[in-house]
């Protein structure tokens, strides 16, 4: 199994679910049609194909650790992320603010390395909240419109320009496209608002939630400084180097 070339696993967002008891379940992917039955703390996956086995184990063991980090403190934020010298630049912002041009560019910069482009896990260790990405793939926006075109991490990166280790956060950006942002002034409330712990509207949580419903999003954002990044697709060429003052400035 080969995570940087197999094609992205995403969670299926269409299953069918029979509930017997609150410890049982059948869990149906409608997809490649894997039946997917829960008892208690024992998953039993039942597959049509060898591909289909290969993408839905990925699927079992991606989603048990997202709960084992919620469970430990930790959360899922809607976010692209590179790093910089061992720490971690982050962009956080609704969908169409530039999390993806942002970080395409940042990329460019020499000693970039690839976090991840749409979801970041914080992981508390040690006391301190660390972060570190999921492989998938990265969907692009084509300067001609219709449907977005798909990227694998590799085609992006050499494996040793991509961060496959946890790493303290230095600095979150919020994109301002087209200054979408005007009308906001609590940079918190954007951030708390892209947080997707416990629920991710795309992306169900067919095993089972957290323990712990809550995350304490102030922890994460006492010791950060957030900074605005406002840019324009018509200006695209000037990206990075607004990017490089934003991260010099901390």
Known sequence: MTFLLDDAVSDFRFGKIKQYS?????????LNGTLFSISGTQIEIVYVTEEALIKDVQRV????????????????LHASAFSLAGRAICYVGEKGQGKTTCLLESLKAEGARYITNDRLLLIPIAGAFHVLGWFEELRLVQPSGGRKKKVRVSQLCEPSQIETWPVLPKLIVLPDCQSR?????????????????PVD???????????SLSFDSNALLDPLPVKRL??????????????REVVASV
């Open 230 to 243: 406002e840019w324009q697709f018509e200006e695209r060429e000037t990206l990075l180097s607004k990017i």
């Open 201 to 211: 509207p795309q992306r169900p949580k067919w095993l089972g939630y957290s323990k």
């Open 61 to 76: 063991i991606k989603q048990l650790l997202i709960t084992e980090i919620e469970n430990t403190g930790g959360a899922v």
């Open 22 to 30: 609150p410890s049982r379940r059948d869990i149906f992917n409608p």
């Open 181 to 197: 942002l005007a009308g906001e002034s609590d940079d918190r409330k954007v951030i708390a608002g892209q947080l997707l712990t």
